[in-house]
T-cell receptor, first 111, second 113 residues
Framework: LAKTTQPISMDSYEGQEVNITCSHN???????ITWYQQFPSQGPRFIIQ???TKVTNEVASLFIPADRKSSTLSLPRVSLSDTAVYYC????????????FGGGTRLMVKP | NAGVTQTPKFRVLKTGQSMTLLCAQD?????MYWYRQDPGMGLRLIHY???????AKGEVPDGYNVSRLKKQNFLLGLESAAPSQTSVYFC????????????FGQGTRLTVV
């Protein structure tokens, strides 16, 4: 499984755009990139998934460069409720074991 | 639609006792997973299953056993609990194939004294 590296923590302020970058230098051809969000005392929640270029949904955008060795989760106009831990996962959805989590990035949004 | 349900939500065990955690999903998902999460840490995969009757080891399988006799249920067993197994346990399930998102249960907080 491709190992991922993320910043341990980030601070932001309400209304700002937050970009969290994940490095995955040994990503394989069949691997997808998936991001999850976890609030305290809750299980992780799926945010977004992509393979290449850009993916956008109602919550976030995911930017993946051509070499796919990194990816950036972009949260537009964050609010206090976006304070959470964000995990970047890389794996093959057909392999059945793609859900291996790293340490995640602890995002603190301040008023 | 309940999604993923874990039983129990809380449990206190004495060292050496055994117990079974139950995970049930009603989404007809092929894949199911058990994780543990220690305070301030990320999730670590204990065991997983890619279908009924199958199980496989994850990152930290020692001290745990699992069974998937029915597609909708994934059981995690602790044969002889140790204080090092004090943690929050999460179960998850997902479909097979491209682009699946995983759904997580609400967690089981286990304390071994």
């Amino acid at each position: 499984l491709a190992k991922t590296t993320q910043p341990i923590s980030m601070d932001s302020y309400e209304g700002q755009e937050v970009n969290i970058t994940c490095s995955h230098n040994n990503i394989a051809t069949n691997d997808y990139i998936t991001w999850y969000q976890q609030f305290p005392s809750q299980g992780p929640r799926f945010i977004i998934q992509g393979y290449k270029t850009k993916v956008t949904n109602e919550v976030a955008s995911l930017f993946i460069p051509a070499d796919r060795k990194s990816s950036t989760l972009s949260l537009p106009r964050v609010s206090l409720s976006d304070t959470a831990v964000y995990y970047c996962l890389v794996g093959d959805p057909n392999a059945g074991n793609m859900l291996t989590f790293g340490g995640g990035t602890r995002l603190m949004v301040k008023p | 639609n309940a999604g993923v349900t874990q039983t129990p939500k809380f449990r206190v065990l004495k060292t050496g006792q055994s117990m079974t955690l139950l995970c049930a999903q009603d989404m007809n998902h092929e894949y199911m997973y058990w994780y543990r999460q220690d305070p301030g840490m990320g999730l670590r995969l204990i065991h997983y299953s890619v279908g009924e009757g199958t199980t496989a080891k994850g990152e930290v399988p020692d001290g745990y056993n699992v069974s998937r006799l029915k597609k909708q249920n994934f059981l995690l067993g602790l044969e002889s609990a140790a204080p090092s197994q004090t943690s929050v346990y999460f179960c998850a399930s997902s479909r097979q194939g491209r682009g699946p998102e995983a759904f997580f249960g609400q967690g089981t907080r286990l304390t071994v004294v």
